[in-house]
């Protein structure tokens, strides 16, 4: 069954509860590192989830760069067929990065944008990139997590979330 | 005897009222008229109706009873306009025995009309358990004296507004203040609608209270007449490419009042009845609507809010409203008609399983599934779910289809700065 961001969400809540309660440290890292994971799956389900509603509208609304985005396919021009000459999205996939697609979401679909140089967007990075390490580890690099960690990766992904829905829906999200 | 009657001073005076209220004293016995007390004639300081207080014995009024008042005395086509009396009710059976201990009952509203059932010209419009329980006591020759107040010669509207205050006092759903008004200020044309299209079955009234059936409303059917005409005067309004480009907001008639969408389409069209689309269209959800609660009842997920689901307060008027749009697209129209093949494994044409699991993350975690609710976002979603559907024959209502119909609206909105 699909899980939705609440919960991926409540996923991350429940490994952090263990993380924290538990006083063996190996188990304090394993529990932060599978919250962290969660946390920025549920934010991710919620990011694509959003890029989805807009790839089922229909054909003339965005421009065929912004359909290839939100659908994450490649955008070629077409050199043959009735399309020639015009640009159209293509089968290849290509996938966008989660700060991207956030971006492009606010940018597009409100008459804002994306503070880069708010608090919580650098939050976001920062703990963008321990799931980054997390996800594709390296010998030569060495991430420790901690439930402090995981507690901070649950707020973000909800900071976030609340702020693209406020952005894009309009509308407060309910955890 | 002389009774002597007077019209307080908020009263002007009737000589029509007069006799009439002369003529029930002479024809029935009142505690008043035995004590040669005078009988006051009141006027309703809103409506303008008349009527008097008085006490009969309960022998005396219980054959003069009528629990099946109409609102419309001339026709007797003119349905029963009070609740179901329910005499299994435990209040019932309680008001039952008091009377039968000689409990007196007061404030009974009854109508004074012997235009019809003239053996019976208490026409009973408020406090017909109570009646009822006075007639049981009678046969067991418990007779006490009772208040009532008798009206006389009430107008059609004030009938109807009798009718309704009546009933402010005790639990009464809109659904039976809908169907009386409905009655009154339009007639039966509705009801014969929807027996002629199947919605009603033959001799079948609305409901009076929703929970208690699993058939249309006065307001579920006001609210198909609506959205079939609101959806016909939008696709005029649109050429055929942008029909998929719009996000369409289905109506819901108010239910407790005359709605007035509902009013002004069937006053400034008198040809609403004879329609020929919108019959077919009202025959063509009522098929959908027999097969959704047919293929229910013969599955393992046998259960009231599935087999109504075509009936709800976002399904109906968004199929009626699409059912409207789509007059002018042959091909999308007939597929829309048509009942939708089940999905894989699922027993039903509307997939009401699926539905009630379907929630987007824009939902509030309360949500209780696709077209479960009255809300506008639902009805708008349920339209986008039948225009999606209309685009082909062989579609059914699959999660993708509803998935896709879904976001379309949500993307829809925010492009357009909507909901």
């Not at chain 1, 939705?4 to 996923?11: F, K, T």
């Not at chain 2, 968004?318 to 027993?347: C, D, F, M």
């Not at chain 2, 599934?369 to 009255?374: D, E, K, N, P, Q």
């Not at chain 2, 349920?382 to 896709?404: C, G, H, P, Y």
């Amino acid at each position: 069954m699909t899980k939705y961001y609440r919960e991926l969400l409540d996923d991350g809540q429940w490994f952090f509860d263990q993380a924290d309660s538990d006083q063996n440290t190996q188990n304090q890292e394993r529990f932060s590192t599978a919250s962290i994971l969660f946390s920025f799956m549920a934010l991710e389900s919620f990011t694509n989830n959003m890029m989805a509603d807009f790839t089922t509208l229909p054909s003339g609304l965005l421009t065929p760069h912004e359909q290839g985005f939100l659908a994450e396919k490649v955008v070629e021009l077409a050199d043959s067929g009735k399309n020639a000459g015009k640009f159209e999205v293509t089968n290849k996939q290509r996938y966008q990065s989660l700060e991207y697609k956030i971006m492009f979401l606010v940018a597009r679909f409100s008459k804002d944008t994306v503070d880069k140089g708010s608090t919580l967007w650098q939050r976001f990075q920062k703990m963008k990139d321990i799931r980054d390490s997390l996800t594709h580890p390296r010998k030569d690099i060495t991430q420790i997590t901690s439930p402090k960690d995981a507690q901070e990766a649950i707020s973000v992904s909800k900071e976030i979330i609340e702020l693209v829905s406020q952005k894009v829906w309009k509308k407060k999200v309910k955890f | 005897m002389i009774i002597k009657t007077i019209f307080d001073q908020s009263s002007p005076l009737n000589t029509s009222v007069e006799n009439a209220v002369n003529e029930f004293l002479s024809m029935v016995e009142t505690l008043e008229a035995s004590q040669d007390n005078k009988i006051i004639i009141h006027q309703d300081g809103v409506e303008k109706s008349y009527y008097i207080r008085c006490c009969l014995l309960g022998k005396t009024a219980a054959p003069l009873i009528d629990l099946n008042a109409r609102l419309i005395p001339e026709s007797p086509d003119s349905y029963r306009a009070n609740r179901k009396l329910l005499v299994k009710n435990k209040t019932f059976l309680r008001m039952s025995q008091d009377a039968a201990r000689g409990r007196e009952f007061n404030d009974i509203i009854v109508e004074y009309n012997n235009g019809y059932t003239p053996e019976s010209p208490l026409k009973v419009w408020g406090g017909q358990h109570r009646s009822r329980a006075i007639q049981l006591a009678s046969e067991k020759e418990i007779s006490r004296y009772h208040g009532f107040r008798v009206y006389f010669c009430l107008t059609k509207e004030q009938r109807s507004e009798l009718a309704l205050i009546s009933n402010t006092n005790i639990n009464v759903s809109n659904d039976l203040f809908d169907r009386a008004l409905e009655e009154t200020m339009v007639g039966p044309y509705l009801r014969h609608w929807c027996q002629r299209v199947g919605l009603l079955g033959p001799g079948e009234d609305f409901p009076d209270t929703k929970s208690n059936s699993e058939r249309v409303t006065t307001q579920l059917a006001r609210t198909f007449i609506v959205n079939f005409f609101l959806g016909k005067r939008r696709s005029a309004e649109l050429s055929s490419e942008p029909l998929d480009k719009n996000v369409y907001e289905p109506y819901l008639c108010l239910s407790g009042v005359l709605d007035d969408q509902y009013s002004l389409i069937v006053s400034q069209n008198n040809k609403v009845w004879d329609d020929k689309a919108l019959e077919e269209s009202g025959k063509a959800f009522s098929a959908l609507n027999k097969a959704q609660s047919e293929s229910i009842k013969k599955s393992s997920i046998n259960g009231k809010s599935f087999r109504t689901k075509a009936i709800t307060l976002s399904v109906l008027p968004a199929w009626a409203y699409v059912a409207g749009l789509l007059q002018q697209h042959e091909s999308r129209l007939k597929n829309h008609l048509s009942i939708p093949k089940a999905t894989k494994g699922e027993p039903d044409p509307l997939n009401a399983r699926e539905m009630s699991q379907y929630k987007h993350d824009k939902d509030l975690p309360t949500y209780r599934g696709l077209g479960t609710r009255s809300s506008m976002a639902d009805r708008q979603r349920m339209a986008q779910v039948f225009l999606a559907r209309s685009l082909d024959a062989e579609a059914t209502f699959d999660k993708k289809l509803i998935n896709k119909a879904v976001s379309t609206v949500i993307g829809l909105n925010v492009l357009s700065g909507g909901y």
